[in-house]
């Protein structure tokens, strides 16, 4: 059985994924590493972003890790064909409907976010986004044309009571083992969604889980609070949509976009789907000089949460914070190094 498969994608995709590849080769060598083509990549090799023989590869790995999908290449390719909707069809194939965003401010990077240090310094909280539902999903989704001319274009956001509250009992679990809070953000003074989105957090709050705090925020001021004052969150249980939008937003609380990891769990036995949650950056992209560390810590998750191996995740998640600490910065953090030296200057820390 593959222990780790390897989907590199995109445009920095592949940048980023071969430190991973070095950093696993040093730190946890008996690991079996196996990579497919995905996205992009997949689309002009097999006409398909995602192959029923890699979605098949990924089910029966202990843990995939993917790279990045898309770019302008493929902008005009049908919808179904293009490398997002591969990773749309990952999630949904892998049924990976938890996804974890740790937005965590490394002490040596309290000044290289674009706010004030006395703002994110010490800041750590988690962002759980739904990720198999939600208007990514819904149907009916077509754009048609209106007799009268122009067009009319339809997405549908749609949750059942059993889809939250799968998300939130996650989102309740996690923060058991960290401070104890959750805030669950949607918008209910709007959306037939945010309604029965409250309602169930609130039964299932009421039901399990007592002990947890719970606080309920609108979205919009979700995003305002992430800016003001980051540090009064724990854990943050939101779906599919807001949930990309604020991860987004929480990243640059940590420096920038390429820090942010990601680990998309689904039922327990199988496996993660990690993801750094920045895209293939085509503005970047070839120039070697991508920061290659949301790829690698997606790694240390997927140590952690698929791979039984929470003592590799310490030592690489230490190894990290020391090349910080020692001043390694790729050009996004207002350093000068490229991609590879600062796997080098990871892979020195090990
Ligand atoms: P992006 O995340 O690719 O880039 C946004 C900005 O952040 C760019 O300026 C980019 O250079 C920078 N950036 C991102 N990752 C970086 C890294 N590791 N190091 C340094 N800088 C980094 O978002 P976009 O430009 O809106 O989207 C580009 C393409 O990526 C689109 O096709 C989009 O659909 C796709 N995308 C894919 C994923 C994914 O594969 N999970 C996520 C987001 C976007
Ligand atoms: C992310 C990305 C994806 C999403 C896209 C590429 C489908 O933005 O992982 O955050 O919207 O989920
Ligand atoms: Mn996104």
Known sequence: MTDLLLLPGDGIGPEVTAQVRRVAGKIAP????????????SFDQHGSPLTDETLAAAKSARAV???AVGGPRWANAPRDKRPEAGLLGL???MGVFANLRPALCFQPLADASSLKREVIEGLDF???RELTGGVYFGQPRFIEDLPGGGRRAVDTQVYTTAEIERVARVAFELARGRRGKVTSAEKSNVMETGLLWRHVVTDLHAREFADVELEHILADNAAMQIVRNPRQFDVMVTDNLFGDILSDISAQLTGSLGMLPSAALGAPGTPGLYEPIH???PDIAGKGIANPLAAILSFEMA????????????????AVNHALAKGARTPDLGGSLSTTQMGDAVLAEL
Do not use: K, N, Q, Y
Request: hydrophobic residues 45%; aromatic residues 8%; without cysteine.
């Open 279 to 281: 895209g293939s950056a």
């Open 65 to 67: 890790l993917m790279g």
């Open 91 to 93: 999630r949904t194939g």
């Open 30 to 41: 008996d690991l079996t590493l196996d990579e497919r083509p995905f996205g992009g990549t």
């Open 126 to 128: 988690m962002i759980v």
């Open 303 to 318: 140590l952690r949460w698929s791979l039984d191996r929470a003592d590799l995740a310490d030592r690489l998640f230490a």
